[in-house]
């Protein structure tokens, strides 16, 4: 047998991570819908999708084009609390190797990440959910500006316009009822800001001080389980005006509690594992496949219902764009950086970097 290339390596890793990233996403949607929906932990938006029909059965749920849900602020804290303790264990066992991020970075990307979490959450109780798709969808040009300005990245034509093609057709899929008031744009805007920068930081963290997932995780998930576990409660009782420990937590639903919170380990690293090999913008751009997979899964378990001539353009129009995306972003000039490199420690280069590799491997 001919021994596995190093290119080849990459792009099965790549691919594992992506996948990883996927399943965990979609399964955690699916958890934290039935929660809010069926066990009555409403303390966030929750809106019905095709997935969440076949988990339930009930045909009767709102149509297919919805793809979306805010996790009540303290349930994700209680994530990001569940993923501190794997980060300990980790470390106990070896697989995290000691580390540091300065204090001065942890807190503008627990600024950046926390206002992301906070704003989307309000985004979707304030705006109609076509209006929130159009600020998620405005997430992918707000990183490409990102990496313009700060990583001095180049697109070339054929880059932009496969960007377009995918935002033209998630658009398409997704974006139905539009209405816009002004608490609900700034919301929007602060969300879709807050995200962009909380993405890019993630990537620009990993390179500059030469952390794996794992190392970075372990640096910011134990401040963002303390920093929401504090503001949580007091946000979703002003967004519900319900306490949540007022909420009946019977056996099902801390079973579900849990489940979300185990799930959400593997969203948490995974999110980490595709930024840091990708870059925010590509994460943001295959992101969308998430949706479109949804749209098709519900086509299949239930039939025509919500499926129209325009959705499945759209979803035609945004799987071309990435494929046309993955094509041209890939080729020489498609995606390059301008004479720019980020400044990491001698002593990071020669270590961290290593570790690097090799948890993510692993995972």
């Keep these: 047998m001919a021994p596995v290339s190093k290119a080849d390596k990459k792009a099965a890793v790549d691919a594992a991570a992506w996948m990883f990233n996927v399943v965990t996403s979609v399964g955690i949607i699916i958890v934290n819908k039935a929660l809010m929906a069926t066990y009555g932990y ?54 995290i190797q000691p580390s540091h991020l300065p ?18 959450n309000v985004s979707l109780m304030w705006n109609s959910v076509g209006f929130y798709q159009i600020a998620k969808l405005s997430m992918i040009p707000v990183s ?19 960007i377009g093609l995918v935002l033209v057709g998630v658009g398409v899929c997704t974006v139905t009822d539009v209405s816009v008031n002004t ?70 639903s801390v079973m579900f509690i ?24 590509s994460f943001q751009v295959l992101g969308h496949m998430k949706t479109i997979l949804v749209l098709i899964m519900g086509f299949f378990f239930f039939g025509r219902e919500g499926l129209n001539l325009h959705v499945v353009i759209g979803m035609i129009i945004a799987v071309l764009g990435m494929i046309w995306y993955g094509n041209a972003s890939s080729k020489p000039g498609g995606k390059e950086r ?20 090799d948890n993510e491997d692993k995972a």
Excluded at 66 to 93: D, E, P, S
Excluded at 103 to 120: C, D, P
Excluded at 208 to 227: D, E, I, V
């Design 42 to 95: 409403s303390f966030g938006k929750s809106l019905y999708d095709p997935l969440l029909k076949l988990l339930l059965w009930k045909p009767e749920a709102i149509p297919l084009n919805v793809f979306t849900y805010a996790a009540a602020t303290t349930l994700t804290g209680l994530h990001f609390t569940t993923t501190t303790l794997m980060t300990i264990v980790l470390r106990c066992l070896g697989y």
């Design 338 to 357: 301008r004479s720019y490199s980020l400044p990491t420690t001698r002593q990071q280069k020669h270590g961290a970097a290593s570790d690097s590799d």
């Design 183 to 252: 608490k609900g744009f700034v919301a929007a805007f602060v969300a879709v800001w807050s995200t962009s920068l909380q993405q890019y930081y993630v990537h620009y963290l990993q390179r500059k001080y030469s952390l794996s997932s794992f190392n970075l995780l372990g640096h910011t998930a134990p401040a963002q389980a303390a920093t929401l576990l504090v503001v949580g409660p007091f946000l979703d009782y002003w967004l519900t005006e319900k306490r949540v420990d007022m909420y009946d937590y019977n056996l099902v």
């Design 103 to 120: 204090f001065t970075e942890l807190l503008r990307f627990i600024l950046f990440a926390n206002f992301s979490i906070v704003g989307m």
């Design 258 to 281: 849990t489940l979300s919170c185990t799930i959400a380990i593997g969203t948490n690293l995974s999110q980490f594992i595709c930024i840091g090999r990708f870059t925010a913008v």
């Design 144 to 162: 490409c500006l990102l990496e313009m300005v700060f990583d001095k990245i180049r697109y070339s034509r054929d880059t932009k316009l496969s």
